[in-house]
């Protein structure tokens, strides 16, 4: 079964407090995107990346530098991740599944992205989750209100889709309250389907993200 990949490098270095976007920042050596990149090279030979049109030749200059020789297709970002996201499955198969990870995400497991291959192999969709170990207050005007915290999960990338189906779901008009891959698919009328993700796979943000990346690649 054909697996693509789509990896999506559009954030900035703003909360970084940097001038060089967040995907592009030294992680133990090269950029966080390499390393994310890395990550599923045993897994597809299909993997489209996602950059705004202004950094892709920082991209290609970095390659050169580390001497980072997985291929990877190029693809123009969009304004917003949606478009981002339709640009690149517009360059897909509609064979097969396929899996959408953010560019930041460099600690991902092999685990969990093999746990989401298998699960939509089996049930069109996976979406890898945590359990919330803290506990959550609702607000609700100028008050709050604990909720009961077993219902809800904290979710991570990689999303994993039926390939046609995906790409069916993206056709759809841009909505803001699209968070994710999985509420455009579940906005089309499609179920969603949970799986365990990792704690390590953290999306890096801020600068005590780089530093707890660094600390779990130690």
């Not at 697996?3 to 954030?11: D, N, P, S």
């Not at 009328?189 to 130690?218: C, H, M, R, W």
Request: proline fraction near 4%.
């Amino acid at each position: 079964m054909r697996t693509q990949i789509i990896i999506v490098a559009g954030g900035s270095g703003k909360r970084m407090k940097s001038d060089i976007p967040k995907q592009f920042l030294s992680l133990k050596g090269k950029p966080i995107l390499m390393h994310t990149i890395e990550q599923f090279t045993t897994f597809s030979s299909d993997i489209f990346l996602v950059l705004p049109k202004k950094d892709i030749s920082i991209w290609q200059e970095l390659v050169k530098n580390h001497r980072f020789n997985t291929p990877v297709n190029i693809i123009n970002g969009g304004g917003e991740r949606f478009f981002s996201v339709q640009n690149a499955l517009n360059q897909c198969s509609k064979e097969g599944i396929i899996l959408i990870h953010d560019g930041v995400r460099p600690l991902v497991s092999k685990e969990t992205i093999q746990n989401v291959i298998d699960h939509t192999l089996k049930y069109s969709s996976a979406i890898p989750v945590l359990d919330i170990q803290e506990s959550v207050r609702m607000i609700v005007k100028r008050e709050s209100m604990p909720v009961d915290r077993n219902k809800y999960k904290l979710v991570q990338t990689p999303q994993g889709f039926s390939a046609n189906l995906i790409i069916e779901s993206y056709q759809e008009d841009y909505n803001f309250k699209f968070t994710d891959d999985a509420s455009v698919f579940e906005n089309a009328g499609y179920s969603i389907s949970l799986v365990g993700g990792n704690k390590e796979n953290i999306k890096i943000t801020s600068p005590e993200d780089l530093q707890l990346a660094e600390f779990l690649l130690s």
